[in-house]
């Protein structure tokens, strides 16, 4: 009987896959040629994704940039803003401190006069020539029958709560006629004694409010000691 091995016989006439692979592989041209490839796929991967990347980066810091824009001309708008508020603050002080001066300036006069008014009825037989302000100082000038009244009148003016301060009294005796007396039989007019004064002082007008009270009146006339005796300069 005759065994024929058909396996051995093709495999000896047709070589195997993976011997054609081991003996490509082992070729130093393919294996330089595949490595080449691999390489360059690298690179290209490498490259391709710092593209990308960077143009994500320049992406996000555009759009970074853009926000930071917004805010800072927001702001800018708000800073105006606060700025035109501060303005406006400070032209309503400037308008609130004209007002309290003008005030305070049409109080003084007022409060003076007023002052003077209360004083001049609580006082009987004082005639008030002028009034003058020289400065922080005002200047009294007047007559009466009486030196009495004249010191009890300069002694009412320091009950001002400071509107008037440091009072200094000079008096002048002096005769005039009396012009509503009869002529007497000599044809002389009969003449009287009055007492001339001047009253110095100095003037305070933020002391205006509450100038009037604690006016002595002349139920009280006899505390009047107790306060400073006023200067009288008799001539």
Known sequence: MIKINLLNSVTERQPGAVEVVDRKIGNPATRLALTSIAVLFLLLAVVGWDVISTRMAKEQAE??????????????????????????????????????????SQAGPSAVLEAMRERISMTPGIYLESVEQKGDQLEFKGNSPDEEQVTQFGRSLEFSNGLFSNLNIETKRDEIQNMQASVKP?????????????????????????????VPTNASAPAAPAVAPVQVAKN
């Open 63 to 104: 759009t970074d940039l853009s926000d930071q824009q917004r805010i800072a001309e927001e702001l800018q708008a708000v800073m105006a803003e606060q700025q035109d508020l501060e303005q406006k603050i400070q032209n309503i002080d400037s308008r609130i401190d004209a007002i309290k001066t003008l005030r305070s």
């Open 186 to 214: 000599g044809g002389e007019t009969p003449k009287v004694n009055i007492v001339n004064f001047t009253i110095k002082c100095a003037y305070t007008p933020s002391k205006a409010v509450g100038a009037n009270n604690g």
